[in-house]
């Protein structure tokens, strides 16, 4: 097989290389691969931020990477062989698993894998995992209920928008904080009302909308922090991919992340082919040309992700 690999940190170092094929253990699905998506976490690692989380069993090269689409190749025992030469997506936490997704071939458990439905571009669907489990993870831990008020920074973004689609189809109210220029595209997506970045203090702008605060605030930004903490009433929940800030006035503040969830995926991969989820793609590179991938999305931000082909 094919895999984009690090042979030190610096995206100088990404390249294209050959690597055994993976062979599909009892309970794992081989996926050819045919898209894969570069995640800011993909660039964290290649930079070399987060060498100092690898454990020790994980030494260059290192294959980036976590999610993928396109079709099963091969089962291993004690999975459905009909299986084979269906169309599928799949996801991994690389750093658990000692390996990441941007490879031609790769062999991942069952319960990481969604079967998808022909019709959505396989690189629309690669988008979908990560960004969509962290936002699953997200309003799962909010835990709102219909008619109930969410703010959500960064609603305009990968994560924060596949959460905005969530939120909203279950009948939350949601208030995108973005930057004005994306206001139509937030509300394209479900928002019920914008608090612009440039109008101000975001627990101001939003208590103008909801005089008593929100029920609850997901952040997906690295620079929001305590500020949100105004925009959220007493009692209520702030959630965020990042870091939490010391809660405040009964607020419940955690941090989630985006995990292994077959139910979730496949909930997700379905909603995505049947167009209830947005998946913008900003632009699409070929697997030897990943340094150059690299390269584009750290210029960014972009409108969608980035996505490497094989």
Known sequence: MRAVQLSNWGIEHVHLADAPDPVPAAGE????AEAATINPADLAMVTGAFASWLPAS?????????DLAGRIAAVGDGVDRSLVGSRAVGF???VEAGHGMQASLVALPRGNVAIAADGLPSAQLTTVSLNGLTAWAAVKELALEPGQTLVIAGAAGSVGGFALELA???GIRVVAAVAESDRDYALGLGATDVAAREDGNLGEVVRKLLPGGADALFDTTTSLGSTGLGAVKDGGVYVTSTTPPEPERGIRATKIYGLPDGDALQTLVDMATAGQLHTPVAGEFRAGQA????AEFASGPHRGRIVLTF
Request: proline content about 9%.
């Open 92 to 94: 991994s936490n690389w």
């Open 29 to 32: 699905i081989l996926i050819a």
């Open 168 to 170: 909203a189809a279950r």
């Open 291 to 294: 340094r150059e991938a690299y």
């Open 58 to 66: 994980i030494a260059a090269p290192y294959t980036p990477g976590w």
